[in-house]
């Protein structure tokens, strides 16, 4: 009899960890088999080659235990069954992610730029300086006639 996908994901966490397959169940997560980044991403190539596949990126993200691996690579194995090349379906979606993702940088900076440039026409026009008063005029003194004595 076969075994299951459930059973061979198990048994590769149980070799890679040596530990017994009975202490590994559909709950275990990475961390509670303290796993680093590093031992995640050396399990995901024990997984790959076990059911001779390739695990794309954006699912290895999403492994965070056994039960999520075994979901991952039961999709995988569908989607392989049924003839669609899961690896050219992730390209595509990561591709059309990093378009829409530069798409917003620059709508953002579109938007920051007419926020500057509406900033400076709002800006109240610079005060003019206030024309120089002419001095008053002041009477002109007139000389007051010499009193004859």
Request: net charge neutral; hydrophobic share 40%.
């Amino acid at each position: 009899m076969a075994e299951s996908v459930e059973q061979r994901v198990i048994k590769v966490f149980a070799e890679f960890k040596k530990v017994p397959t009975d202490e590994i169940t559909m709950d275990t997560t990475f961390d509670e088999l303290g796993f680093d980044s590093l031992d995640g991403l050396n399990l995901v190539f024990e997984l790959e080659e076990e059911f001779d596949l390739t695990v794309p990126d954006d699912k290895v993200k999403d492994m965070k235990g056994v039960r999520q691996a075994v979901e991952g690579i039961e999709m995988l194995l569908e989607a392989n069954a049924q003839g669609i090349d899961v690896n050219a379906v992730a390209a595509e979606e990561f591709a059309a992610k990093q378009a829409a993702s530069k798409a917003q940088k620059v709508k953002e900076a579109d938007a920051a730029q007419d926020a500057k440039t509406a900033g400076k026409a709002k800006k109240a026009p610079a005060k003019k300086k206030p024309a120089k008063k002419a001095a008053k005029a002041k009477p002109a003194k007139t000389k007051k006639p010499k009193k004859e004595n």
